[in-house]
């Protein structure tokens, strides 16, 4: 039997420093009755840092320094608040590194060095660019993207995380990605790592690929959207919903009349050739953002949800799973799969009452105009000032190019509508010959200013030329979100 669970909304002070207060909605969540399957997350403490375990069925054990279980009460809460920023901290100008993180050793070789081949373009061909590739010798060397950012207030500073997927130039005929964090005062300048994360305070890799031969996430993994929860015990918990990718290739046998699309899995954007992994949806959790564990679903790999039948819309895979907290019951899923009967990719939705267990709904977006051959990389937004929901899409043309489209619901489920006129995209591939981000646009993450009603932030993945990789901002046009325009005016 599956475990039920009851929410109840209630009303939660937390602290956002440790002389203040901010006042947020949340959502208790708590289980009617014990899982009958005994599943365990255990973090344990150690020197100020958490070692992460988590254990297949067989292997669980119990751990008294710190244990995440199903039966665990949690609070969602909005985002951007963050318990623990310290009013007596820096300014919101900088960002203060450790000064032996991984983040300050690379600015100290960038300083010295000067910036590698592959680092920073120059400011005429790099408009929107907030995020280049990193040094020769840095995890993110070869490629970067799936931007989830969040931006955290407090009374006198703000900052902001950016969780991110980077794979290194290591040689290796199957390239793996890893999921990394970097940290801004401003959401424009970043600083990252070079390698692991070293302290609770660092930037850097914080997650890494399964080694276990029966998990989903072997071969690689790409963070998809973050949501903070707070318990009364643990204080804030971040639960970190990604796609995962095992070393399983999948083949597409088109249906007769059906035009063939090359496509891969994860995209690469490189000379590995178009290989197609099969992947699904996972969820890990942490108490600081940078020291993961993962939290098994119901599924035999630890996945959250399973493909679907053979004649099923999303049979091939399931992949970049975004969630929104609708209302105290009701979390919500928004996932894309590759529909082989109508040759398009879609994007479709399941919903959950613990943000654990997921009941499929189907499709909600397949293609339309200038995204002829599907939709993908879902983000869904609460959008305050119309009350309705706000999604950012990447739409995928006839020519195979990546635009990024924007369209509303009114209740987030059905009747999805895109608003540009004439269907048109809302960002587009620049249109300059040396321009970063000229041959696609993708993967987008929507941030709306919290201070101002009329302004969203709009982070996404530019591919530029021989498919080099940069993640990049565009910000909307008052009240109007029928396009946005690409940040100019600062520098790297």
């Known amino acids: 039997m599956d475990t039920a669970t009851t929410i109840s909304k209630s009303f939660n002070v937390l602290p956002s420093s440790t002389t203040q207060k901010k006042a947020n909605t949340t959502y208790f969540i708590k289980k ?75 600015h100290d070789l960038a300083a010295t060095d000067g910036p590698p081949n592959n680092q920073a373009l120059t400011s005429t061909c790099s408009e929107g660019l907030v995020l280049d590739l990193g040094l020769k010798t840095s995890w993110d060397s070869a490629e970067i993207g799936s931007p989830v950012v969040k931006r955290y207030i407090g009374d006198n500073e703000e900052r902001w995380y950016m969780w991110y997927h980077g794979r290194s130039n290591n040689g290796n005929s199957t390239p793996s990605d890893s999921i990394g964090l970097a940290v801004s005062s401003n959401g424009i300048h970043w600083a990252r790592g070079t390698g692991d994360i070293r302290s609770c305070a660092d930037s850097g890799v914080v997650m890494k690929c399964r080694e276990n031969w029966w998990a989903f996430d072997t071969q690689s993994i790409r963070p998809s959207e973050m949501v903070l929860m707070s318990s009364p015990m643990y204080s804030a918990v971040y639960w970190l919903y990604y796609t995962g990718y095992t070393s399983e290739q999948v083949e597409i046998n088109y249906p007769p009349g059906v035009p063939r699309i090359c496509i891969e899995n994860p995209e690469r954007n490189s000379m590995f050739g178009k290989k197609f992994y099969k992947s699904l949806p996972g969820l890990a959790c942490s108490q600081d953002g940078r020291h993961w564990a993962r939290i098994e679903g119901d599924h035999h790999s630890g996945a959250l949800l399973d493909v679907g039948s053979e004649k099923e819309w999303d049979s091939l895979f399931i992949a970049g799973p975004q969630v929104v907290v609708h209302s105290s019951d009701d979390l919500r899923m928004y996932y894309h799969s590759f529909d082989v009967e109508k040759g398009e990719f879609a994007i479709g939705m399941a919903r959950s009452r613990d943000g654990i267990r997921w009941v499929k709904l189907g499709k909600i977006l397949g293609s339309s105009c200038f995204d002829e051959f599907g939709v993908k990389n879902a983000c869904v937004r609460k959008n305050q000032r119309e009350g309705n929901y706000l999604m950012a899409y990447e739409g995928v043309g006839k020519d195979g190019k990546r635009s990024i489209g924007l369209a509303v619901s009114p209740d987030g489920v059905k009747n999805w509508k895109r608003i540009q006129e004439d269907h048109e995209a809302a960002l587009e591939a620049s249109t300059g010959e040396d321009g970063w981000d000229n041959e696609g646009v993708g993967s987008p993450c929507l941030v709306r200013m919290e201070d101002s009603f009329d302004e969203w932030r709009l982070y996404y993945v530019g591919v530029g030329q021989g498919g080099r990789t940069g993640i990049g901002m565009a910000v909307s046009q008052g ?14």
């Open 479 to 492: 009240t109007c979100l029928n396009t946005f325009t690409r940040l100019s005016g600062f520098h790297l």
């Open 32 to 106: 009617a009755w014990p899982s009958t399957r005994p599943e365990a997350l255990s973090l344990q403490a150690s020197c100020g840092r958490f070692l992460c375990s988590s254990f297949p069925s067989h292997q669980r054990a119990s751990f008294s320094d710190f244990i995440i279980s199903r039966n665990s009460t949690l609070f969602l809460t909005h985002c951007y608040t963050k318990p623990g920023i310290d009013s007596a901290n820096k300014s919101a100008a900088s960002i203060e590194l450790d000064p032996n993180s991984s983040a300050a050793q690379e």
